[in-house]
């Protein structure tokens, strides 16, 4: 069974640039997560996705956005780069499609190492 | 104060000994509480997941939560290079509407050494 798949796993870009990040998720699962990961201050939530609705969204600027495909592939979006936006952005899956709840548990891809410039 | 605490470490454990990490939080509504391992460079890996109080074993690894004092816990027993690592604890402090939404502790690095 194939995992989270994130694309591109590296990427450079320039201040003020835009830039967007791709996640399929386990095939059945039908929500996704996104979380930004610094040295400085770990792993930070961005926003959930389920049924192609955004459920939930974290302290960031609205700089950051994303959205959902019926397939439940997502996509996030950073516009107007900034330096501070270097990061490792973590795409996660949950909630195996056949069950009734969600177990909260996450299960991450290997992520998109973004540098800003 | 940070929601979700945990040493920083690192922590030295000789090969075969066990490895305890602790993990506490502030919301006393939460209700689900992870464990992750993530290597150097790669992503977090989910090892561990409980929901009750108690203990919960998995192979080496062995969860303990206590909701009464907001404590979770994680034992790496016969501890192996391989498990040197940063250990994150994650906890959900939302009960409805935002499953993937987790606090995260900044991390306990573990070294085993041979």
């Known amino acids: 069974k194939a995992g989270v798949t994130q694309t591109p796993r590296y990427l450079i870009k320039t201040r003020g640039q835009q830039v967007t990040l791709s996640c399929s998720p386990i095939s059945g699962h039908r929500s996704v997560s996104w979380y930004q990961q610094t040295p400085g201050q770990g792993l930070q939530f961005l926003f959930e996705y389920f049924s192609e609705t955004q459920r939930n969204k974290g302290n960031f600027p609205g700089r950051f956005s994303g959205r959902q495909f019926s397939n439940s592939r997502s996509e996030m979006n950073v516009s107007t780069l900034e330096l501070g936006d270097s990061a490792l952005y973590l795409c996660?899956?949950?909630?195996?499609?056949?069950?009734?709840?969600?177990?909260?548990?996450?299960?991450f891809g290997e992520g998109s190492r973004l540098t800003v410039l | 104060q940070k929601e979700v605490e945990q040493n920083s470490g690192p922590l030295s454990v000789p090969e075969g000994a066990i490895a305890s990490l602790n993990c506490t939080y502030s919301?006393?509504?939460?209700?689900?509480f992870f464990w992750y391992r993530q290597y150097s460079g790669k992503s977090p890996e989910l090892i561990m997941s409980i929901y009750s109080n108690g203990d919960k074993e998995d192979g080496r690894f062995t969860a303990q939560l206590n909701k009464a004092s907001q404590y979770v816990s994680l034992l790496i027993r016969d501890s192996q290079p391989s498990d040197s690592a940063t250990y994150l604890c994650?906890?959900?402090?939302?009960?409805?509407?935002?499953?993937?939404?987790?606090?995260f502790g900044a991390g306990t690095q573990v070294v085993v050494t041979p």
């Open positions: 919301d006393r509504g939460s209700q689900s």
């Open positions: 996660a899956s949950s909630f195996p499609s056949g069950r009734a709840t969600n177990t909260g548990e996450l299960f």
């Open positions: 994650a906890v959900n402090t939302q009960t409805t509407d935002s499953w993937g939404k987790l606090q």
